[in-house]
Nanobody, 120 residues
């Protein structure tokens, strides 16, 4: 089994910052990409940022210049530094791990999510 655990969400005022962290453990053998997605009430889940094992990053246009994704390959962790937060950033943020288990089974593994609420 693969476990994905997020931390770091909370309530912050507009213009503030939060840092989300995610750790993958268990039977994960190779991680190709780690990323953050979010889902606001009544909306579809959307990509926020993703980073490959080689360090290539992709961001949603709405967060470019404000959010920074980073990862520690040795620790199987990924972080999302969120600055200049806006009320529209309010959502449930979920960590995604795309990789292969020791049985070389490829899959997408998700955490339970962490709530980020930005007040105006």
């Amino acid at each position: 089994q693969v476990q994905v655990v997020e931390s770091g969400g909370g309530l912050v005022q507009a213009g503030g910052s939060l840092r989300l962290s995610c750790a993958a453990s268990g039977s994960i053998f190779i991680i190709d990409a780690m990323g953050w997605y979010r889902q606001a009430p009544g909306k579809q889940r959307e990509l926020v940022a993703v980073i490959t094992s080689g360090g290539t990053t992709t961001y949603a246009d709405s967060v470019k210049g404000r959010f920074t994704i980073s990862r520690d390959n040795a620790k199987n962790t990924v972080s999302l530094q969120m600055n200049s937060l806006k009320p529209e950033d309010t959502a449930l943020y979920s960590c995604n791990v795309n990789g292969r288990t020791y049985a070389l089974v490829r899959g997408d593994y998700w955490g339970q999510g962490t709530q980020v609420t930005v007040s105006s």
